[in-house]
Structure formats: C-alpha cells, structure tokens
C-alpha cells in the first residue's frame, strides 16, 4: 500500500452556531480526510502552506497529532493563514465569510518522494490560484511521470471565485491531468450548473477520464462511474463528505 499525498488550502474554520456556541475546526475536506486516513493507519503527506502564526500552529498541529507528514506544508511569514467564519442561519443554511493573506511570493515546498502506488490528491481552490499553479502542475507532472494515481477534487468557496466562468480554464486544466475526479452533487452544481451525476458524466467528466465518483450528501450515497454503482457511506449532511472521501481513497489505495 502506497502512500496519500493531499494538496491543498489549509483553512481554520470558526463555526457560529445559532446557540451561540463557536467550534473551531481546522482545514476543509482535503485536510481533514488526510487527518482521518492517517489516524487509521495510513501513510499520508500534505503539501500545502500555513502562515507561521497562531492559526497555521493549530492547522498544522491537527495534522501532525493525527501522524500525517507535514514537512511539504510550507510556513511562510509575509502574509495571514485563511480564516473562515461561518455563521449558521435558522433556515438550516450557512453564511461563510473569509479572511487571510496570502504572501506575494509564488507557491514553493519541498516535494514529497512519489512512487508509482502512490494516491495524489489535490484541488480546492489551492488548485486554482495562480500564484500556486505553475508549482502545483510541475508537481502534479512529476507524479504522472511516477506512474502515481492523480485524484481531483473541484471544489472551491463561492466567496473565492464570484464568477466560475473566470477559473473553468483552470478547472478543465485540471482535470485532464487527473485519473479520478471526486465531487460532491453541490460541487457539480457550483462548477457544471447542473446537480445530476449522469449528465455530468456524460457531457463534462468522460471526456477527460472515465473514473469518476460523486458523493450526494444529502442520501449519504456514492455513486461510482462508468459502472453506475450506488454505495450507502457515512451519513446524510455535509459532515458526511470526509467519511465517503476516506472510503474512496482507501479503494484507491488498495494494490
């Protein structure tokens, strides 16, 4: 079993609940799968950056004390890590406001080792932000020429690209380097404009790579393509993501 390599933002998230309570939880998806694969005995490494300040110390500790690899996280020192508060609304939606600096150098770690049974896995919107994509597609080349699984995730925030039509460039890029591409029916509503698995499938997905898997939140239920097989993981609600994310991976992983 190789390892998984994850490339991604690393946020904290502040979470306003309508009590009044506040939850601190570090990373989105990506971060928190690796922190879950690694606490079940995976070997993962994530690439990605956090500031050198109190917030990067508590995303990267949540990582490290989970045994993910964190010497590709870089720290840098000119800028903020990114900070999201999110604001629960009676109607059972959420409010999401974003802070954070980014420095003004380009995007440079250390690579991690690839082998050819490596997973990697990138997206977020990490994936396309220009001051990170001329690094991140030397390494995602590089993991190609290592014969490793390449997986994309499409997702970003609404707050971070205002218009999809400006990144769709990027995002296809992105998906013609990839071997799998993992979404979530929200994602396929965000980038596609259509929430349907199938037709999405059919019209944006196939064309790049016939291995796909979308994650509906709302059944609790992935979708495997091209064979079309539904499997019940985790449990209904976003919160679900990271359990069916963790079961994909874990298949991919497997020699």
Same mark, same amino acid.
């Given at each position: 079993m190789g390892k998984i390599i @994850? &490339?991604? +933002?690393?946020? !904290?998230?502040? &979470?306003?609940?309508?009590?009044g309570g506040v939850t601190v939880m570090p990373c989105d998806r990506i971060g928190r799968a690796a922190a879950s694969l690694a606490a079940a005995g995976h070997s993962v490494v994530m690439v990605g950056e956090a500031a050198a300040d109190p917030v990067g110390d508590i995303i990267v500790d949540y990582l490290a004390? =989970?045994?993910v690899d964190v010497r590709?996280?870089?720290? @840098?020192? +000119?800028? $903020?890590?990114?900070?999201?508060d &999110? @604001?629960?609304?009676?109607?059972?939606?959420v409010r999401l406001v974003g802070y954070g600096r980014e420095p003004d150098v380009e995007f440079d770690t250390v690579w991690p080792r690839i082998d050819p049974d490596d997973v990697v896995v990138f997206g977020s919107y990490f994936s396309l932000n220009d001051r990170v994509r001329p690094r991140l597609l030397d390494l995602l080349e590089h993991a190609r020429a290592r014969k490793a699984t390449v997986?994309? !995730?499409p997702y970003f925030e609404t707050f971070q690209v205002p218009r999809v039509t400006r990144v769709m460039p990027s995002v296809l890029d992105n998906m013609e380097l990839a071997d799998v591409i993992v979404t979530t029916t929200d994602d396929l509503q965000l980038v596609f404009g259509n929430r349907d698995a199938d037709e999405n499938y059919r019209l944006h997905i196939e064309f790049y790579?016939? $291995?796909f898997y979308n994650?509906?939140?709302a059944? =609790?239920?992935v979708e495997k393509f091209p064979e079309r097989e539904k499997t019940a993981v985790g449990s209904p609600g976003p919160g679900g993501v990271v359990d069916a994310l963790k079961s994909i991976l874990s298949t991919l992983s497997r020699p």
């Open positions: @994850f &490339i991604g +933002e690393l946020p !904290l998230n502040l &979470i306003f609940g309508r009590d004390s =989970a045994g590709s996280v870089d720290r @840098f020192t +000119e800028g $903020r890590s990114p900070q999201r &999110i @604001f629960e609304q009676p109607d059972g939606t997986v994309y !995730l790579t016939p $291995r994650i509906d939140t059944s =609790a239920t």
